[in-house]
C-alpha cells in the first residue's frame, strides 16, 4: 500500500503563486509513474502534470497549464510537487497528487492506483 497526502493549498489572487506537496509512504519503491488532477465544482477530474520515476524523469502537462505549471520530485524524501506560476481564477480545483504502478505519464485517472485526499487550491480574480 502506498498513502498519499497533500498540503500547501489555499487562497491566493490571479498572478499569485503557490507550491503544492505531495507526501508519499509506505511501499513507494513500487511506484513508477505519479501525477496531480483537479477537479472544479461540478465538473470531472481532470489531468494537470505528471512525471515517471528517476533522475530527469519525464514529464507530461495538460495544455492549459504547460509554462505555468512545474512538476518535480525530490526522491529521498519521497515527496512530488506542483509548482504553480500565474494562477488564474480558472485554475481554482481541489487537488490530487495520484501514483501509478505499472503507467507513467499517462493523462487517465483510471491509470492510477493510489490517490491523496485532495488541498483546496482558490484563486480569487
Known amino acids: 500500500q502506498v498513502q498519499l497526502v497533500e498540503s500547501g493549498g489555499g487562497l491566493v489572487q490571479a498572478g499569485d503563486s503557490l507550491r503544492l506537496s505531495c507526501a508519499a509512504s509506505?511501499?513507494?519503491?513500487?511506484?513508477?509513474?505519479m501525477g496531480w488532477f483537479r477537479q472544479a465544482p461540478g465538473k470531472e477530474r481532470e489531468f494537470v502534470a505528471a512525471?515517471?520515476?528517476?533522475?530527469?524523469?519525464?514529464?507530461n502537462y495538460a495544455h492549459s497549464v504547460r509554462g505555468r505549471f512545474t512538476i518535480f520530485r525530490d526522491n529521498a524524501k519521497n515527496t512530488m510537487y506542483l509548482r504553480m506560476n500565474s494562477l488564474k481564477p480558472e485554475d481554482t480545483a481541489v487537488y490530487y497528487c495520484?501514483?501509478?504502478?505499472?503507467?507513467?505519464?499517462?493523462?487517465?485517472?483510471?491509470?492510477?492506483?493510489?490517490w491523496g485526499q485532495g488541498t483546496q487550491v482558490t484563486v480569487s480574480s
Open positions: 495520484a501514483a501509478a504502478k505499472f503507467v507513467i505519464l499517462t493523462a487517465r485517472p483510471e491509470d492510477y492506483d493510489y
Open positions: 509506505g511501499r513507494t519503491f513500487s511506484m513508477n509513474g
Open positions: 512525471s515517471s520515476r528517476g533522475v530527469g524523469g519525464r514529464t
